[in-house]
């Protein structure tokens, strides 16, 4: 059973930056496809970012320049790093896996955005911003 840990998270001042953490236990960073999502409070998971097996991303307009998603295959982890922090970035995040499918000896993800699409889940790390 897969299992995702969030961490990072934290209360910053709007400009700053964090560096979220996913660790993936009881399976292999590289079999799954990955992203990120947040949700803020009485709203749906909002996806951010997705990371396919590959290496490849697909992320959400209104994000892109901010956000910058990376892993690391040795240390079985998921990062996500968000710069010039603001406000509106305060929700709680987290990361999200879905087993890549194997088509023809070639790995593929779906490279969804859409939270229904991914099995596994981590608890979730809070950021919050201050101005």
């Known amino acids: 059973q897969v299992q995702l840990v969030e961490s990072g998270g934290g209360s910053v001042q709007a400009g700053g930056s964090l560096k979220l953490s996913c660790e993936v236990s009881?399976?292999?960073?590289?079999?799954?496809?990955m992203a990120w999502f947040r949700q803020f409070p009485g709203a749906e998971r909002e996806g951010i970012v997705s990371l396919g097996s590959d290496g490849s991303t697909y992320y959400r307009d209104p994000v892109k320049g901010r956000f910058a998603v990376s892993k690391d295959s040795e240390k079985n982890s998921l990062y996500l790093e968000i710069n010039d922090l603001k406000s509106e970035d305060t929700a709680m995040y987290y990361c999200a896996a879905e087993p890549h499918l194997v088509l023809g000896g070639t790995t593929v993800c779906a490279m969804t955005l859409v939270a229904l699409q991914y099995t596994y889940w981590g608890q979730g790390t809070q950021v919050t911003v201050s101005s």
């Open positions: 009881g399976g292999t960073l590289d079999a799954y496809c």
